[in-house]
């Protein structure tokens, strides 16, 4: 079982940057390809970026391609992402999540765990 915890979120204007970090527990963190996922209020949970167990393969949402950059360091069991340029619309609580599969997916119920999730605010 994996355990997760992000930080890192906070309120920016419109055009600023965060950097959000994903810690997780445990000897096997290597093993799970890990996902970013957000939510913003009245709307679905909906896929923001993924990255393979290596960190060799990165997938984004269009929303985000060329702002976003998701990384991981398993020396530290941790995944982060970077956000750039950001934008009113990005306002979301934005959870990390660890899939156990080798099939990539952006399908939020794919995956087999969560954290509790960190608040970004944008505003204009």
């Known amino acids: 079982q994996v355990q997760l915890v992000e930080s890192g979120g906070g309120a920016v204007q419109a055009g600023g940057s965060l950097r959000l970090s994903c810690a997780a527990s445990g000897r096997t963190f290597g093993t799970y390809a890990m996902g970013w996922f957000r939510q913003a209020p009245g709307k679905e949970r909906e896929f923001v970026a993924r990255?393979?167990?290596?960190?060799?393969?990165?997938y984004y949402a269009d929303s985000v391609k060329g702002r976003f950059t998701i990384s991981r360091d398993n020396a530290k069991n941790t995944v982060y992402l970077q956000m750039n340029s950001l934008k009113p619309e990005d306002t979301a609580v934005y959870y990390c999540a660890a899939d156990r599969s080798f099939q990539s997916t952006r399908d939020a119920h794919k995956y087999d765990y969560w954290g509790q999730g960190t608040q970004v605010t944008v505003s204009s």
């Open positions: 990255i393979s167990r290596s960190g060799g393969n990165t």
